[in-house]
């Protein structure tokens, strides 16, 4: 039995993995071998790394990067070279390779959890000497903009205190979608890295000002880039996958309709079709276009989602099949089982394994957001989603179809209602007390 009632699976003794080990001092020749290692895979592709007001710096500094795919790692070193870096790491990129993580000075971790271990070895890596890379957004940015930036960052940098460069990449969306991967475009690649903050100006600001300079900084549309830079894509099967994205057809308003073939995204319900051109606009094949920009589709579906909070109508139900991480080095299958999701409980995932039953419940609370998967190759090659404790992670691959993308944005949204609720409790106490 663990905290708000649940009942840890019974994994017969098995030892889970510890994240509360500090991670190593990244040794040199690895410095220079990921150095190599990124060269060799960024041949063949047009890059441009743009470092600003970076003259200088050494560490100890933080590194803020956006994420949009496993290229992001290999362009981040290049700009910290020749430096140590500990990158944190969500422990699934652990897979069948623990050891090589620890080795490269990685920092694991499971996604949307209060990991105070995680933020130990944060600053003991700073404390060290060393810089400390990490992808706030905590995942792939499924549509090439800005995804979900947590309130305790700011918190984070304050006490921190260090030098803070962001990394933003420009073109690693377009180049490698999260909701296709496997099929690469030619897209010129744009890194810049840019110091923003300096030890004496964090002094002077509050945690609130620190966001927002954060989220301004981390700000990026990888759309608008290739908009203003004239890129073409041409490749015939740029909109294959684009439906787990753009799940909800804006015409006839059916979720879960839409299915993608070549450079069309149509909904199978009213059979409207709409072509992403090679400049990256959308244009309905017949009638109106209602949205000609993939995050505006993208950003509206999110309204949806909120509009039915509002009005107490959100909830989801499903039969899933359920792979869990206890450990780095593999997953184990523990069968089926029933999950839900609402603004009240949250997530509960129920199952059976061993013989025994096991109930995880994970409050509105305690998720400000929910790692999703398209196609996951570690597993199987279907979407999934990953419900994750402390000391444990429940990748839950759903019947239904086409949900996963509704689902993050529902935990992202109830997780902001009950944020803010507890931020107006702990103001009015705090007005009574002073009264």
Not at 202 to 218: G, P, Q, Y
Not at 234 to 258: D, F, G, I, N, W
Not at 407 to 424: Q, S, V
Request: hydrophobic content about 35%.
């Amino acid at each position: 039995m663990t905290q708000n009632g649940n009942i840890d699976v019974n994994y017969k003794n098995k030892k889970r993995y510890n994240t509360a080990k500090y991670p190593i001092r990244q040794p040199i020749f690895i410095v220079w071998l990921i150095r190599l290692l990124s060269k060799i895979l960024l041949i063949g592709k047009k890059y441009k790394i743009e470092k600003v007001n970076m003259e200088g710096l050494k560490p100890p500094y933080m590194v803020l990067s956006n994420h949009m795919y496993f290229i992001d790692f290999e362009l981040a070193a290049m700009v910290t070279f020749p430096h140590r870096v500990n990158n944190v790491v969500n422990l699934d990129g652990y897979y069948r390779r623990p050891w090589l993580m620890e080795l490269i000075g990685a920092i694991g971790t499971r996604k949307f959890t209060n990991d105070i271990n995680l933020v130990r070895a944060i600053y003991k890596v700073l404390r060290r000497g060393d810089v400390l890379c990490m992808y706030p957004e905590a995942r792939y940015s499924p549509c090439g903009i800005t995804s979900y930036l947590p309130d305790s960052l700011g918190a984070l940098v304050k006490r921190a205190r260090v030098p803070i460069v962001t990394i933003v990449h420009h073109g690693n969306h377009l180049h490698s979608p999260f909701w296709n991967f496997r099929k690469k475009r030619r897209v010129p690649l744009h890194t810049i890295a840019t110091k923003i903050l300096t030890p004496e100006q964090i002094d002077t600001m509050t945690v609130d000002e620190i966001n927002a300079c954060l989220r301004k900084a981390l700000t990026y549309d990888d759309y608008k880039y290739q908009k203003d830079n004239g890129i073409l894509i041409k490749e015939p099967y740029r909109a294959e996958c684009l439906h787990k994205v753009l799940y909800q057809c804006p015409h006839c308003m059916t979720e879960s309709s839409m299915a993608s073939k070549g450079d069309e995204i149509y909904c199978e319900e009213c059979g409207k079709r709409w072509k992403l051109c090679e400049c990256g606009s959308l244009c309905a094949v017949d009638g109106n276009t209602e949205f000609d920009r993939v995050p505006d589709w993208f950003l509206w579906q999110r309204e949806q989602v909120k509009a039915q909070i509002e009005r107490g109508e959100y909830c989801f139900f499903d039969e899933v099949d359920v792979y869990s991480q206890p450990r780095a080095m593999n997953f184990i299958h523990l069968g089926a089982a029933k999950v839900s999701h609402d603004a009240e409980r949250g997530f509960v995932l129920d199952g059976e394994f061993n013989g025994e039953k096991y109930h995880i419940q994970r409050l509105p609370i305690q998720n400000n957001s929910l790692h999703v998967e398209y196609d996951w190759v570690y597993v199987k090659p279907y979407d999934c989603f990953d419900i994750s404790t402390e000391n444990d992670s429940f990748y839950c691959f759903p019947k239904k179809q086409n949900v996963v993308t509704k689902l993050a944005f529902a935990t992202e949204i109830i997780y902001e209602t009950h944020a803010e609720k507890c931020r107006r409790a702990k103001f009015e106490r705090k007005k009574g007390a002073d009264l």
